[in-house]
């Protein structure tokens, strides 16, 4: 399988710290790859990087086997490698239905009808009502689906989700697991950083660990936790001894 | 109020209200108001449209700026200056006018494509205290401190007499409406969208493919365009422009108005300025009293009601609608 995402040697550098790297990650056409790592480890400055909100201090980033590097953040976007933010995640200041058109006219769509919109919230599993509603109403689980509606109308080929179950109660963490097995279904690929575990492993084909800015180790969700190297990276060596 | 969400608002509406205040505008004069009203009218229409152009560039895209005014002054000097060495008439300057805000408002939007909040609105205060030091120096060209007079003469534009102060305040109106027109087509295309979605989250708008940098580029070109059309009017209408009416101090009284009004509305700056020319007048205030209630308005509005006059009213009206669209789920 030919890697849609590539990057090489990857670095970004905060006045002389090196935050992260050199980091070497592939991700396939219609593959989901848990991220996962202790705070700090450097995997939202992972994202920036990728997507071209940070420019690297070293190193090379693929898509497709051409290389972005220098390719602005707004043009990757364009290119089907979509992210999502922990906070920023709708225009909260405007209905969500002008939240939705604002995707459909990236996607170049001429038909901003109620339908195209209507469509797009019921996949993501958000209420028809709320199309009138102020996005900035709506409740922190609705603003994370309408933050996802927003990427997928643009048919993202790799979708990457910074901590999408962050801050959800049970119920709209049962819808987010819903959308993200759709879309694996639909075969859209995604990187998913998360923290909950349980949650994430179960939709992932692979798990890579971050430490210190670096890949500590990449395989299976089953096999990936047993490692002691993980859990002590995870939980602090202490921990891992006493078990 | 919830025969408010019934109401089926035409995609027309607002161009039509525009069309209808127009109307009421230009015949004002019929109302035969003394020289003094006719003058604050012509003030609140000419500033009407420069706060617009703010309006536009704030409200809709979130990039506040206090070199407006100075954009507001390229546009006068230009009219007055291709009138005093070219003999341009009015209608031979606009596009002089008009193009030299484009372009001031383009080169003012360069930093912001590098610099953004309480950084670049500190950057544009420089930028429009140089620029009105910069016409203060060149006085060969501008007049220097004397400033310069507008060659306004017998000139008629569009059969308009500019001399005469109820010809020009209809022609100004003329002018207001169709700026309007064309900020309210602005509003609701596809333009404004994309221009609400980089004030609402730039690195969201980013991150769903939106060139923040070329749109705001755009939106500076356009407001500045706006201006110089505002600062041709304002050459004519005082006939004598000089470095001081355009410092940032006038940038804050635009701000003011737009804040007055309600910077996300259409209508917001023609408010603002009805009630920043005519409260005054109405209560008879000195220019000290003035400054002084428009600096406690001023608090109050951004404690208060920071979505301003037209905001406050528009919330008021669907009160109680509000616990329903606000209801979490």
Known sequence: MSALLEVKGLEKHFDGIRALGPVEFHANAGEIVGIIGPNGSGKTTFFNVTTGFMKPTAGRVFWKGEDITAVAAHRRARLGLIRTFQEKMVFSGTPVRENMRLALIQHGIRDLGDAAILRALSYVGLPERTIDQQAGDLSWGQCRLLGMALALVLQPQLLLLDEPFAGLNRIAAAQVTDMLQRMKSDGIGAIIVEHEMSLLLPLCDRVVVFASGQILAEGSSEDILKRPDVRAAYFGADVVAED | ?329
């Open chain 2, 1 to 329: 109020m919830d025969w408010l969400a019934r109401i089926k608002v035409s995609p027309l509406t607002p161009y039509a209200g525009v069309a209808l205040l127009a109307v009421l505008a230009y015949f004002f004069p019929y109302t035969s108001p003394s020289n003094k009203t006719l003058s604050l009218a012509t003030s609140v229409v000419v500033y009407s449209i420069a706060a617009s152009g703010l309006g536009l560039l704030w409200g809709q895209s979130g990039q506040l700026t206090l070199a407006h005014a100075a954009v507001f002054g390229l546009g006068a000097y230009a009219a007055a200056l291709t009138g005093k060495f070219f003999s341009l008439g009015f209608v031979a300057a606009l596009p002089v006018s008009i193009g030299t805000g484009l372009l001031a408002g383009a080169i003012i939007a360069l930093p912001s494509l590098r610099t953004t909040g309480h950084y670049f609105v500190i950057l544009t205060f420089a930028i429009g205290e140089v620029l009105a030091v910069v016409q203060m120096r060149l006085d060969w060209l501008t007049g220097g401190a004397n400033g310069t007079t507008t060659p306004v003469g017998t000139q008629s534009a569009f059969g308009y007499a500019l001399g005469q102060s109820k010809d020009f305040y209809s022609l100004v109106v003329l002018f207001a409406a169709i700026v309007l027109m064309l900020v309210c087509y602005i509003m609701r295309s596809r333009w404004g969208i994309i221009l609400r979605s980089i004030r609402e989250n730039a690195d969201l708008a980013t991150s769903l493919g939106v060139n923040i940098k070329l749109h705001r580029l755009l939106v500076f070109s356009a407001s500045g365009a706006i201006a110089g059309l505002a600062g041709q009017l304002f050459a004519y209408q005082v006939k004598y422009i000089a470095p001081t009416l355009f410092t940032s101090q006038t940038s804050i009284l635009l701000l003011l108005v737009v804040l007055l009004g309600g910077k996300s509305y259409l209508l917001g700056p023609v408010v603002g300025a009805l009630v920043y020319f005519f409260l005054p007048y109405a209560f008879d205030l000195t220019p000290i009293q003035s400054q002084i209630a428009f600096g406690a308005v001023l608090v109050i509005m951004i404690l208060l009601a920071p979505s301003g006059l037209l905001g406050s009213i528009w919330r008021a009206l669907h009160r109680t609608r509000a616990p329903k669209a606000g209801a979490k789920v």
